[in-house]
């Protein structure tokens, strides 16, 4: 046969092959199911061990969150330590002010600025220049008051100081613009007298610190000279035939100052928050006082009747020297608990204060015309051009050695321009826009094209329409653009250009000196830091620019405001949440994490993390590592650090980690406190560092993490 039959396999051999199947597949199973359930007892004794280890860890912290909590409180002492000192300061400073005997008002006190006031209104026929002059001291008065209102915190602050203070700011302002105009009718009255001879028409330049003032008088009305620029500069007008035929003057009065945006009023919201925090705390101290007083005379006249008893025969003087010093030492003691019990209140009113810094706003400005400009949204910078088309007034004239002027009673007039009738003018574009061109103020930074704003002096804001054909050349910094009216113009960035933040570092460089770096997409800010002060050390930009900020050592406060003024704002305010997409942390977390941040940021190093935005709202991480060199260190070895307010604890995970997860770190603990969870694996020199650091320093980095809000805007 060529082939052979297959062997057929029986039913028997059938069953038994089927029966061998299923014992295999049964033994599998049992494997399997022994494999499983040896894997999950191993699972949940890991399990059990974890949470037994957790357990012990959360006794182990509970059992010393008093103490640590405690010695968190001493250390913070620091905060309102700084606060008395910051008062001294003020106190000090109206003290300086009173010897130095300079002739200058003291801007806080009413009669004073009320008498300089008056005084220079009586002045009259005062130059451009004389004004000029004059008008620094102003703007110093002015700077002074506005810095009283910010630096003094909101509970020093009575209503009737900020109105009084804000009253004396508005009439300054208005004192000194009105100034400009009187010395400006004075010169135009004189334009005869100053022409060019080339061109027949007058021009007159003044460059300072604080104002530019550029001032044409128009006396030829050639109808071809229409193109008007300034000294051989680009800068000026570009006027209609209808004015270049007319007796008119053109102001242009840049300001580097801004005295027409509203000044913001103090929000009533904080001053009655604080207020209640403030006479809570002091009825607190109040009654803990008259319990402590209570005590203090029962205890003495114990005192007392236990010595009657033992010194029965003691002479009559002896008993009443005994008898003064225990008043002296119950008074003592009486003086001491008032001054821990002033010293509590102190500390829970700053808290209080530094809560109100980092507050969302719950409603977000209402405006109420479509092209009326959010001043929460965007920010004036460079100051105020004042661009005015001025009716030139009579000439003085020479007549037999005599210089004769009429003056008129209501003094500078505007022009109209476009007049409010037109019924006499044939064309229909008489009247067309006036193309302006400016330079932008060489100190303010733009990280776009600035966009243009103009006055509204009917509704009191600015606005953006009106404007047209706008042009920036940055390299020249030069702005053209036309205008269909004259009036205030200024320039508007976005207030929130640099945020959120990209990154932010946290190093020590000495003893009470740290620097702060702020990465934006646009820019790198570096901020040092050092006892009271701030300082600009660098700004990094795509083309080179250099601040005259930089290298400037200010009060906190006072570098704010100036940072914002240069363009540099990365500060948000109370309404930026609108804006900007954060990332919401719990305002209490977040402001203990800045406090201890501040106390230990003179040995310690801390920057962004990632993880900071995947974690919930209770819970802010941070990178964290030992620098006690001045030097940034080339391989850093950094540490996540999770901080929930009351718990601290380092994270097992790491930055380049690909889940995140709330694991502790093998062999750590979590403490009540940053400082004490550092104390576990510090150096004793940081350690020595953190402890000797000035509560000035402390103070003041605090204030920076708080006005720059690094764990919420990046």
């Known amino acids: 046969m060529s082939g052979r039959k297959k062997k057929k396999i029986t039913k028997a051999e059938r069953l038994k092959q089927l029966q061998e199947e299923e014992e ?48 968190l409180y001493l250390l913070e002492g620091c905060f309102p330590e700084a606060e008395k000192l910051k008062r001294g300061t003020r106190l000090l400073a109206q003290w300086r002010h009173y010897i130095q005997c300079d002739g200058s008002p003291d801007p806080s006190v009413s009669p004073e600025i009320n008498t300089f006031i008056s005084l220079w209104k009586e002045e009259t026929n005062e130059t451009l220049e004389e004004v000029i002059a004059k008008g620094k001291l102003v703007l110093n008065l002015i700077e002074k008051l506005k810095l009283i209102l910010l630096e003094t915190p909101p509970y020093d602050l009575e209503d009737k100081n900020v109105i009084q203070y804000q009253g004396s700011i508005l009439e300054l302002q208005e004192l000194l613009h009105l100034k400009f ?116 005379q029962e205890e003495g006249k114990q005192r007392e009747n236990e010595s ?96 004769i002027v009429e003056i008129l009673k209501e003094g500078l007039r505007k022009y109209i321009y476009p007049p409010e009738t037109t019924e006499d003018v044939e064309t229909e574009n008489a009247f067309p826009p006036i193309e302006v061109t400016l330079e932008v103020q060489e100190n303010v930074i733009f990280f776009e094209d600035p966009m243009v704003a103009r006055w509204d002096g009917e509704g009191k804001h600015w606005q953006t329409d009106g404007i047209s054909n706008v042009s920036y050349k940055s390299e020249e910094r030069l702005l053209t653009f036309s205008l269909e009216t004259f009036g205030p113009v200024t320039l508007i960035q976005d207030t929130h250009i640099n945020m959120p933040f990209q990154s932010w570092e946290l190093r020590p460089l000495d003893v009470n000196k740290v620097l702060l770096t702020v990465t934006t997409v646009f820019t790198e800010i570096q901020i040092q830091i050092k006892e009271n002060l701030c300082m600009l050390a660098s700004v990094k930009l795509n083309k080179k620019h250099s601040s005259i900020l930089e290298g400037k050592w200010m009060t906190p406060v006072s570098f704010i405001c100036a940072l914002k003024e240069a363009g540099l ?76 307010g009351d718990r601290a604890q380092r994270l097992k995970i790491n930055e380049n980690s690909e889940t995140f997860s709330e694991a502790l770190k093998e062999e750590t603990e979590f403490h009540s406190t940053l400082y004490h969870m550092v104390e576990d694996f510090a150096s004793k020199k940081a350690m020595e560092k953190i402890r000797s650091s000035s509560c000035q320093f402390i103070d003041s980095v605090c204030y920076m993490l708080l006005s720059t809000r690094l764990l919420s805007y990046s």
């Open 24 to 71: 295999r597949r049964q033994k599998e199973e049992e494997e399997a199911r022994v494999k499983h359930e040896k894997e999950e007892m191993e699972r949940l004794e890991i399990q059990r061990i974890e949470k037994e280890k957790w357990h012990q860890l959360e006794a182990k912290d509970l059992e010393r969150r008093r103490e640590e909590l405690e010695e």
């Open 569 to 644: 704002n990365i500060f948000p305010s109370g309404h930026s949440h609108f804006y900007v997409v954060i990332n919401y942390k719990d305002p209490l977390v977040e402001v203990k994490a800045y406090r201890q941040l501040a106390l230990l940021s003179s040995a310690f190093a801390f920057g962004w993390s990632k993880w900071n935005t995947v974690c919930n709202s209770k819970k802010v991480i941070v990178k964290l590592m030992e620098h006690l060199t001045e030097e940034p260190i080339q391989k850093p070895n950094w540490t996540l650090l999770m901080f929930s």
């Open 308 to 403: 009657n008893s033992v010194h029965e025969e003691e002479t009559k003087f002896e008993e009443q020297g005994d008898s003064e010093v225990q008043m002296s030492v119950v008074r003592e003691e009486s003086e001491a608990t008032k001054g821990e019990l002033e010293m509590k209140l102190l500390s829970e009113t700053v808290l209080s204060a530094q809560l109100l810094l980092i507050e969302n706003a719950n409603e977000k400005p209402c405006f109420f015309e479509d092209n009326e400009v959010d001043l929460c949204q965007f920010t004036t910078l460079g100051g105020v051009y004042h661009l005015d088309i001025l009716e030139l007034p009579p000439q003085c004239k020479a007549m037999k050695g005599w210089m």
């Open 181 to 296: 105009n009187i010395a400006t009718e004075i010169l135009l009255r004189q334009a005869s007298t100053l022409a060019d001879l080339d061109s027949g028409n007058m021009e007159k330049v003044i460059q300072d610190e604080n104002v530019t003032l550029y001032v044409w008088a128009n006396l030829k009305k050639n109808p071809r000279y229409r193109s008007v620029r300034f000294s051989e500069t680009q800068i000026g007008f570009e006027i209609p035939r209808i004015l270049a035929t007319s007796d008119i003057a053109l102001r242009l009065l840049h300001t580097h100052y801004d005295h027409v945006t509203p000044l913001r009023p103090v929000p009533a919201s904080l001053q009655e928050h604080t207020a209640t925090v403030t006479d809570f705390a002091k009825e607190e101290v109040k009654n803990e006082e008259a319990a402590i007083s209570k005590e203090l």
